[in-house]
């Protein structure tokens, strides 16, 4: 099911060199696209990018991780390389993750760890609940693992992205298939994203961009603009938190998402999500940097994420062996 395409290249970091190949997975829509880097039997890592994103999130920070795991990095549909969903198809983050339980069957992995980062933390913190026994650590890039909701706002969430969806069926296509020069595409996603440095926005961009006559199209879909309609409040956050069997290392951002998106009331959810994490005996930490600091500053959160992937995971993993060894 898997197909390792044409155009494997090299990345250096430092005096570290590793082959990065790129993945395919095929869906009945279409296909996930990925990259992969690592030795093939190396301990397996699934890593998720942000909203918006895709897998070259991950280009700075992976080099910098320990080698002799196998990182997976792959473009959520209507991300990057990937197909996007078919015609009339909202995104959420239950079919986001399935879309993971698809990549893991594909790649024959039982258990595995995920790195997260903001909506791909999400994903992962809601996959990490319902695939308990599948996962042995969860990193979270500046993402609280889940997106806790006000219960009274729900209703009015889903009807904005209801409308939302009516709206955008109305439209010719090529009204959001607008062509950039390459410099305005730069310009056009800095300007949305003020956590990006240029060198970073222009990384996210060799997968974010499809050449077509007149110069470029972002390559992600439209619809992922539109209002996410599936919604938790926070006692149902928690009880997927509380089902979570793996060590988790909450790494935050000192100007990341919680200074930048949220509001006052939304903060108090988010605290209550955090206090259930440190309650739980999970690692939270804060590090200079914001919201996209993995991939603009690697260096700062590389040294945690390897420490706790390295110890954290194994240390479960062997306790988890130890359990089910019969004692004789």
């Known amino acids: 099911m898997i197909q390792a395409l044409k155009g494997v290249r090299h990345v250096t970091s430092g005096t570290m060199k590793q082959a990065v190949s790129e993945l395919l997975v095929p869906v009945p829509w279409g296909q996930i696209r990925g990259k992969v880097w690592g030795p093939d039997h190396g301990r397996p890592v699934l890593c998720l990018h942000g909203w918006s994103d895709n ?24 991300h990057g390389f990937s197909s996007h969903r078919p015609p009339g198809i909202m995104y959420n983050f239950p079919s986001y993750v399935m879309d993971v339980r698809r990549v893991v069957e594909a790649l024959k992995w039982s258990k ?129 938190q509380s089902k979570i069997q793996a060590p988790v290392l909450v790494l935050l951002a000192e100007g990341g998402f919680e200074q930048k998106f949220l509001e006052p009331e939304q903060k108090k959810c988010f605290t209550v999500i955090l206090q259930a994490y440190r309650n739980r005996n999970h690692t939270v930490v804060s590090v200079p940097g914001d919201h996209h600091v993995h991939l603009n500053n690697p260096e700062v959160v590389a040294p945690l994420v390897s420490d706790f992937l390295q110890n954290k995971a194994s240390s479960h993993s062997s306790r988890l062996k130890d359990a089910h060894t019969p004692k004789l």
């Open 112 to 240: 595995f760890s995920i790195i997260g980062h903001s909506m791909g933390g999400n994903i992962a913190g809601v996959f990490s609940a319902v695939f308990p026994e599948m996962v042995d650590a969860v990193v979270l890039l500046d993402s609280f693992g889940f997106l806790p909701t006000d219960l009274k706002k729900i209703p009015v969430i889903i009807r904005q992205g209801f409308d939302e969806m009516i709206e955008f069926e109305k439209q010719p296509k090529e009204k959001t298939t607008r062509v950039y020069t390459y410099e305005k595409a730069v310009e056009r996603l800095l300007a949305g994203n003020d956590s990006l440095t240029e060198q970073s926005a222009k990384v996210l961009l060799e997968r974010g961009l499809v050449q077509v006559e007149g110069g470029f199209v972002f390559s992600r879909d439209f619809r992922l603009n539109l209002k996410n309609v599936v919604r938790n409040t926070v006692e149902q956050c928690l009880d997927m």
């Open 55 to 78: 897998c070259g999130s991950f280009n700075t920070l992976l080099p910098l991780l320990p080698t002799d795991f196998r990182y997976v990095a792959v473009d959520l549909p209507g």
